[in-house]
Antibody
C-alpha cells in the first residue's frame, strides 16, 4: 500500500526554523516528482515546492523562495522541507504529495508560527 | 502565473443530483489538469488527472472533460459520501496552481 507520512511540524516563533520530513512506504520514491502543498486554516490549497526525481531541479512558489528548501534522499525514501525565517502567514497544514498529478497525499503536519 | 478560477464557489444539491463544476485557466494548459476531493480534516484525494483520466479506484460516477482553458468535473449521481470540497489544479507550468475550491453541500 502506498503511504506518505509527514512529520516535524509544531509551534515555532516568527523568524524560526523547522524541518519537515515525508516518509514514503509501499513504493520507491526515486522515479517520482515530489511536492509539498500547504493549506492555511480554513483556506484552499497552495503548492509550495516541487523536486525532480533525482533532486536536480527544484521549484518554489514565490512567497517561499529564499526561505524554504526542498530536498530528497531516495536512499532513505524520504522527502524534506527546510523552512527558515518563518512568518505568521506560513501557518498551515503541510502535505507531501507524489507525482506530477499529485496522485497520493500524506495526512499532513501542522505548522504554527 | 496561471490563475485557476472555479465556479461556483459553493452549491447545494440533493442525493441523486447530477453536479457539474467548472474550472477555467487564465491561459492554455493543454490537458494538464487534475481534480481533487477534500473532506473536512482530511488530506485531498486525487480523482482525475490529464483532465479526463480517472485515478485507480475512483468510481465512474466522476468524470472530467475539457482542454486548453475550460474544464469540467461532473458527478453523475450525487451520493452522501460526495459532499465535500473539490479543487482543480494545473500542472502545465510553474508555479503549479489550484483553483479556489467548490464546496458541495446538502440541500
Amino acid at each position: 500500500e502506498v503511504q506518505l507520512v509527514e512529520s516535524g511540524g509544531g509551534l515555532v516563533q516568527p523568524g524560526g526554523s523547522l524541518r519537515l520530513s515525508c516518509a514514503a512506504s509501499g513504493f520507491t520514491l526515486s522515479p517520482y516528482w515530489m511536492n509539498w502543498v500547504r493549506q492555511a486554516p480554513g483556506q484552499g490549497l497552495e503548492w509550495v515546492a516541487g523536486v525532480k526525481k533525482d533532486g536536480s531541479d527544484k521549484y518554489y512558489v514565490d512567497s517561499v523562495k529564499g526561505r524554504f528548501t526542498i530536498s530528497r534522499d531516495n536512499a532513505k525514501n524520504s522527502l524534506y522541507l527546510q523552512m527558515n525565517s518563518l512568518r505568521a502567514e506560513d501557518t498551515a497544514v503541510y502535505y507531501c504529495a507524489r507525482g506530477n498529478a499529485f496522485e497520493y497525499w500524506g495526512p499532513g503536519t501542522l505548522v504554527t508560527v | 502565473d496561471i490563475q485557476m478560477t472555479q465556479s461556483p464557489s459553493s452549491l447545494s444539491a440533493s442525493v441523486g443530483d447530477r453536479v457539474t463544476i467548472t474550472c477555467r485557466a487564465s491561459q492554455g494548459i493543454s490537458n494538464y489538469l487534475a481534480w481533487f476531493q477534500q473532506k473536512p480534516g482530511k488530506a485531498p484525494k486525487s480523482l482525475i488527472y490529464g483532465a479526463s483520466s480517472l485515478q485507480s479506484g475512483v468510481p465512474s460516477k466522476f468524470s472530467g472533460s475539457g482542454s486548453g482553458t475550460d474544464f469540467t468535473l461532473t458527478i453523475s449521481s450525487l451520493q452522501p459520501e460526495d459532499f465535500a470540497t473539490y479543487y482543480c489544479q494545473q500542472y502545465n507550468s510553474f508555479p503549479l496552481t489550484f483553483g479556489g475550491g467548490t464546496k458541495v453541500e446538502m440541500k
